[in-house]
């Protein structure tokens, strides 16, 4: 499977804010978090998707190399 752009995996637009980037990744770490989601393996991957874009989005050098 391809990687999804990771704006779209967190919901964000390409302008979005650190702090933007930050609430969209909670929100979805939460909902998808396999601990509240025991057994969902569409959670797991929603999950760790969302991991990996915040971790390139909110960190500026990162994100500058993505863009």
């Given at each position: 499977m391809q990687?999804?752009?990771y704006y779209e995996v967190l919901g964000v637009g390409r302008d979005a804010s650190v702090e933007e980037?930050?609430?969209a990744y909670r929100r979805l770490a939460v909902a998808n978090h396999p601990d509240r989601n025991p057994g969902d393996a569409e959670a797991e991957e929603q999950f760790k998707q969302a991991s990996a874009a915040y971790a390139?989005?909110?960190?500026?050098?990162?994100?500058?190399?993505?863009?």
């Open positions: 990687p999804k752009d980037i930050k609430k390139v989005l909110s960190d500026s050098e990162k994100r500058a190399r993505y863009d």
